[in-house]
DNA sequence: TAGATTGTTAATCGATTAACAATC
DNA sequence: TAGATTGTTAATCGATTAACAATC
């Protein structure tokens, strides 16, 4: 693989979304692809997508521009989605029970290997092939699995302290759902926050600013 | 309230931020806070925050820092929390439910008015207090109560036809979370997309960079 | 070869940071 | 008044766009 060291962060949240769009293309039996047709498709400039992609190597041909199927897999492979690092869920409530269900982890370079939580409703409960577990269990579990990644589905309050425990047990990547910044307290841990209530406020704002007059 | 036109999108997306950790500092009864201090905790310059709020006005006070009840109510007021607009959400499987179920509507800035589906399996069933509609009254239904916005919690295929069946109704503002940029499509609209995908596939990169060794 | 389109360098634009006068 | 901290202007930095030589 090429060097990826020091791309900046705006390429890197750019990089899902070329893939998606490469993916319908092949499935629509596009073969080859220019950067003008591709900017146009996506709404992008020609030259940012080439700038884009040259961070991480010279995919295209001169005088002809992309193959669609190898620069699909290219950007699989730059973000490593062939990849399966375990991952365990915390916190099987409906959002973490919804999220195991409905997200594809194996083609997003992971595997959902374990469900904990702490309350005995939920304890036991199967969910997509996985049964939730006790999160008193978690020690044993992590030694015998050493999962890599955790989901966290977990009250803002409680965030920060699980974080820390599962830091503890060598999970220092987090895909972090709680209504909490994880990013700013753990040096050296790998953090992306989904912040939903974030989401739908950024809506309400942008509604307002369309259409301030209806008070 | 002030001008807010032309306010960069950087600036925007940072605002719920903003929202969130003056209401934290509220809720530990701390009432004045300086650019610095918040800055810190933030993990911002002051001179952004500065900045940052002085795209909406003057919420300061020289020599004396911002109050933070003020400053909070102020930035909820700019992103227009304290309206209600009527929203309805547009499939009803795990994941549509889970979002109905899991948000803060009224805090938010909305009121969640109607449900559709059009799977005789969900169609009947009960979720926080509305009852899951058939997707064959919703013309009927938006003639009546008139919702200005819509969730979509439907597969990708159907997205486009479904956004623009909603406009049509007068729905023109979108929280997207189909596999879809819903906002490549529609001048006017109104658009927040939610690719849950792209976020965890960027963890993968992320993960990837920081640990390129276990191959 | 001629035409097309890339990879890459240079120019522009916008966002972040620094500085400081205004003022509470 | 003196000290602190804002609002705002100027300087810097980074990201996007434009241009063009390299090359398929």
């Given at each position: 693989m090429p060097k990826h060291e020091g791309v900046s962060l705006s390429v890197i949240k750019r990089l899902p979304r070329y893939y998606r769009f490469l993916g319908d293309l092949l499935s629509r039996d596009v073969t080859r692809i220019s950067s003008r047709e591709l900017a146009s498709l996506m709404q992008l400039t020609a030259s940012q997508i080439r700038q884009d992609l040259n961070c991480f190597g010279g995919f295209g041909q001169q005088g002809y521009g992309y193959n669609v199927a190898a620069l699909h897999k290219e950007i699989g492979n730059i973000m490593g989605l062939?990849?399966?690092t375990p991952m365990v869920l915390i916190g099987a409530g409906n959002l973490g029970r919804t999220i195991a269900r409905h997200m594809d982890f194996e083609s997003s370079g992971?595997?959902?290997v374990g469900i904990f939580d702490d309350s005995p409703r939920v304890i036991g409960q199967k969910v997509s092939s996985l049964t939730v577990q006790d999160m008193a269990g978690l020690e044993a579990f992590c030694k015998e699995q050493s999962p890599r990644a955790a989901i966290l589905c977990i009250p803002k309050e409680v965030a920060f302290e699980t974080a820390q425990r599962l830091m503890k047990l060598g999970v220092n990547c987090f895909w972090n759902f709680s209504?909490?910044?994880?990013?700013?307290?753990?040096?050296?841990a790998v953090v992306e926050n989904v912040h939903l209530g974030d989401s739908l406020m950024t809506l309400c704002y942008q509604i307002n600013a369309a259409y301030p007059e209806d008070e």
């Amino acid at each position: 693989m090429p060097k990826h060291e020091g791309v900046s962060l705006s390429v890197i949240k750019r990089l899902p979304r070329y893939y998606r769009f490469l993916g319908d293309l092949l499935s629509r039996d596009v073969t080859r692809i220019s950067s003008r047709e591709l900017a146009s498709l996506m709404q992008l400039t020609a030259s940012q997508i080439r700038q884009d992609l040259n961070c991480f190597g010279g995919f295209g041909q001169q005088g002809y521009g992309y193959n669609v199927a190898a620069l699909h897999k290219e950007i699989g492979n730059i973000m490593g989605l062939n990849k399966h690092t375990p991952m365990v869920l915390i916190g099987a409530g409906n959002l973490g029970r919804t999220i195991a269900r409905h997200m594809d982890f194996e083609s997003s370079g992971f595997k959902l290997v374990g469900i904990f939580d702490d309350s005995p409703r939920v304890i036991g409960q199967k969910v997509s092939s996985l049964t939730v577990q006790d999160m008193a269990g978690l020690e044993a579990f992590c030694k015998e699995q050493s999962p890599r990644a955790a989901i966290l589905c977990i009250p803002k309050e409680v965030a920060f302290e699980t974080a820390q425990r599962l830091m503890k047990l060598g999970v220092n990547c987090f895909w972090n759902f709680s209504h909490y910044d994880l990013s700013l307290d753990f040096e050296g841990a790998v953090v992306e926050n989904v912040h939903l209530g974030d989401s739908l406020m950024t809506l309400c704002y942008q509604i307002n600013a369309a259409y301030p007059e209806d008070e």
